[in-house]
């Protein structure tokens, strides 16, 4: 559903006085390389407890010409999250991790985000860790990771059960026309795994309504794919991908989703939809 713009100036004003534009100390700058990422420490101004990220991206010269992008979209991540805690039921509250359990419980106000270290592809899960234990903060009183950082490192915090994982993530449905496959997943993560990329990357496709890799996907709640549709791909607004939503692509992908939501309130087993398709496991938790 569309975003109300009084919600919209919320959020850029929770924005502004969340990511605090802090100079990275010198030691701790990338100087002689364009930077690959950041770490970056989120602070509860009441008592000091602290969370250490990490945050990266693997395009080229993106760091240095617009150093803040990075941070810029990582803290709206966090403020998407605290306001759709609210939203989500008391059990899956209870599944957030705790640097957002504390913003839904205390207040997302109290908290503020700001850049430590610059780094290098080869720095990035080096740094982590040492600000993570500088910190202290897997010690529950002292911060709120659950992790000793790193991508070596293994998890020490609480693992959520397959029930939790369902309830935070969005199913999807994926159709290779080429290929003749179909196949639903529990969630976008799952499906990026089975193809081999990121949940991110199976994610913008789903919302720009846009194939990957010759997969379309779509949302299995009808009123999420509905508004896709509609939004994102009959009435396409992006000067991004509007190129590609032809008039042929736009009445090929209305049909396709309604066969989709044919196929989803029929048995499976049903060839009216997808007929010869080869209907694959569902990839489950």
Known sequence: MPIEESKLEKNRKILNNFLVDKKVDDKYRVVYDTPFGYIYCIENLKDGKKY???????????ASTTPRAQLIKRATDYIYEYNKSFSDYGSTVKTLRPIILAMHSEGIEIFIMYPLAETTKDTHGIAEKYFIRKYNTDNP????????GGSL??????????????????????????????????????????????????????????????WFIFYTDAEKRKYILINNVIN???????????????????ELCNSISGYLSLDKSSDEYFPKFNILPNLEY
């Open 52 to 62: 250490i990220g990490a945050s990266y991206t693997s395009y080229i010269g993106t």
């Open 141 to 148: 009183n002292y911060g709120y990771n659950v992790t000793r």
């Open 153 to 214: 490192v293994g998890k020490i915090g609480r693992k959520m059960n397959p029930d939790d994982k369902k309830l935070r993530s969005d199913k999807v449905i994926a159709v290779h026309m080429n290929d003749k496959k179909l196949i639903i997943a529990d969630s976008m993560k799952l499906f990026g795994d089975y193809v081999g990329t990121s949940k991110d990357m199976i994610k913008n496709a789903v919302r720009k309504g846009m194939p990957y890799k010759g």
């Open 236 to 254: 396409d607004q992006d000067k991004r991908t509007q190129d590609r939503h032809s008039e042929k692509a736009k009445t090929f992908y209305t």
